[in-house]
């Protein structure tokens, strides 16, 4: 497992389905195939189906763990859907733990409640009646509180990158209604500063690539 060299696997998962839904739908015919086998490949690595990978039951996985990859969970099944891969069972097993995730929805920040709201309705989820809903409830403080870059910390701008990714759904939406045109506008005198702070300053490569995806969504 992953995790136990502190490695969130269900995210790498996430990750590596990511990239090849993006390749597949450039690909030809015969990309196609090459990546839809590398899947299925995937897929079928020790750990990555049956119940070593449906771990998220309260019996069988702490807080912690459970927090770190719930929303890798979800979205393992939507590009699972998206490379054409049967998933009534997958969907089965995210709705037997949907309780668990509607309880530590309440600790979840704006922008990671948003995008498990948008998971939800994709799997036709009832949401928690007991959290609110809008938009003024998903913008962060990052965002609307027009910090500083001084103010910027590695967390503070992790939060601020995610919540431009749930906006452009990691960028496959080319237009997005979340975000409002004054937040756009502070986005795109922060971004370039907060990469020379973090990249330039502090080569800090995996918090400035997302910096750099965040501007090219913009």
Known sequence: ??????????????????????FRRHADETERRIIDERVRELMAMPGN?????????????DDTTFKQNSMSYLRVLWLLQQLGH???????????????????????????????????????LEWPSELPVGADNDIGPEVRGQLSV???????????????????????????????AEDLCYLSRILGPLVH??????????????????????
Not at 95 to 112: C, E, F, I, N, T
Not at 152 to 177: K, M
Not at 197 to 218: I, K, P, T, W
């Open 1 to 22: 497992s992953l995790l136990q060299h502190r490695i969130k696997g269900k995210k790498k998962l996430a990750e590596a389905l990511g990239g090849y839904v993006l």
């Open 49 to 61: 189906r049956g119940s070593l990978y449906h771990d998220l039951g309260k019996d069988r996985t």
């Open 86 to 124: 049967e998933t009534s069972d997958y969907l089965g097993e995210v709705r037997s733990v949907k309780p668990r995730l509607d309880a530590h929805l309440q600790k979840r920040g704006p922008w990671q409640r948003a995008m498990f709201r948008e998971y939800y309705q994709r799997f036709g």
């Open 150 to 180: 001084s103010a910027y910390e590695r967390d503070r701008a992790y939060a601020l990158t995610h919540e431009v990714f749930v906006a452009f759904d990691y960028g496959d939406a080319p237009t997005q209604s979340r975000l409002s």
């Open 197 to 218: 702070r973090f990249l330039v300053e502090r080569n800090d490569v995996d918090l400035g690539a997302e910096l750099l995806l965040c501007m090219s969504y913009l």
